[in-house]
């Protein structure tokens, strides 16, 4: 029984990558569960599973005492020597109990503390996986939709996760078995709630899709200094270049937009303007509000600004609903004011 039990705990190492020590400690939980419901919460136990020997005992404790008052935690001096003669008052007797002798109840519970045991162990697994790839990308393939709430089952290389339908792209559709892109935004620590939050929505799918897609942002030579993201309809990005020979946005976009056609697919025609990045910020600003033509930007404030149009380009400066202005802003981190000249 001890080696199929040893043999159990190193294929939930090799299989689930549960560590062997954890589910020991597991074990050893349950047993003391098993032993009090068999003995009494008031009964002293002591478990010792040794691994290189492949072994699992299990001991009654007992201090040796003149005088027993508590039969359940005491043997008297006489009884203990009548066992062997070493034994002296204060010390601890023990008594081997077979495991085999727990009953049906008591082994059941044992049963429930090592399921839950591993469990949690998965649990951990998994959280540790994640948490390796924080703020990163993953692959996953959709395993399931879910057509009442809209979320989407994914399995991925650390298990199942799920894609709430808030952390989807508006209007994309799944099918059973396509592999997707997800940004892994968030891993839960608590024993409650999803381990792992995923998201196609969040603006940092975006910035590291670049990281992949261009190998300029990947070796550090172009820089993605900012990004404002309304998911399913546009996104201003901002790059800047280290190396004077490499022109920051013409890299994004690669020779015929292969490049930023990449990034366009994956996030399912999003559109996605390219600015360059400038440390003087009426630079900066007048990028950020592309495809418009500004004239002037004035800065009026710590963190505001007017920015100057030619009457036929404030439509396109402000943008369908405000959106072009709106994103413009949270780029550059200003307020900005468009009038037309």
């Known amino acids: 029984m001890n080696t199929e039990f040893f043999t159990a705990l190193e294929l939930l190492e090799k299989e689930k990558g549960i560590p062997a020590e954890y589910m020991i400690e597991k074990i050893e939980a349950a047993l003391i569960s098993a032993y009090k419901k068999e003995y009494g919460n008031n009964t002293n136990v002591r478990i010792l599973i040794d691994p290189a020997k492949k072994d699992v005992r299990v001991y009654q404790q007992k201090e040796v005492v003149e005088v027993v008052e508590n039969p359940e935690v005491q043997i008297s001096l006489e009884d203990a020597r009548a066992k062997a003669k070493k034994y002296k008052v204060g010390m601890t007797f023990e008594t081997e109990v077979k495991t085999k002798d727990f009953r049906r109840l008591s082994a059941a519970a044992a ?19 994640y948490e390796n790839k924080h ?32 952390e989807q792209i508006p209007g994309e559709t799944f099918l059973v078995g396509d592999k997707i892109k997800v940004f892994v935004m968030e891993v839960n620590k608590e024993a409650r709630g999803p381990i792992v939050t995923l998201s196609r929505a969040h603006a940092g799918l975006v910035r590291r899709m670049f990281e992949l897609e261009i190998p ?4 550090g030579i172009v820089l993605v200094k900012g990004v404002a993201r309304e998911a399913g309809s546009r996104t201003k ?38 600015v360059r990045y400038s440390e003087k910020p009426e630079e900066y600003i007048a990028a950020a509000l592309a495809p418009a033509e500004v004239i002037s930007v004035t800065m009026t404030a710590e963190r505001a600004c007017r920015v100057q149009v030619a009457p036929d380009q404030l439509s396109l400066a402000i943008g369908k609903e405000g959106q072009n202005a709106r994103l413009a802003a949270r780029l550059t981190g200003y307020k900005i004011d468009i009038k037309a000249d």
């Open 111 to 129: 049963k429930s503390v090592i399921i839950q045991g591993i469990r949690e162990g998965e649990r951990r697994v998994m959280q540790e996986a």
């Open 237 to 274: 990005i901002s790059v800047y270049s280290r190396d004077e020979d490499v022109e920051p946005v013409g890299a994004c976009i690669g020779n015929h937009g292969a490049r930023i056609a990449a990034v366009v697919d994956e996030l399912r025609g999003e559109k996605v303007d390219i």
């Open 216 to 219: 300029e942002i990947a070796e």
């Open 135 to 166: 703020e990163e990308i993953i692959t996953a393939t959709v395993s399931k939709i879910d057509y009442e709430n809209g979320n989407v089952v994914l399995e991925t290389d650390n298990g199942r996760a799920v894609l709430l339908r808030s």
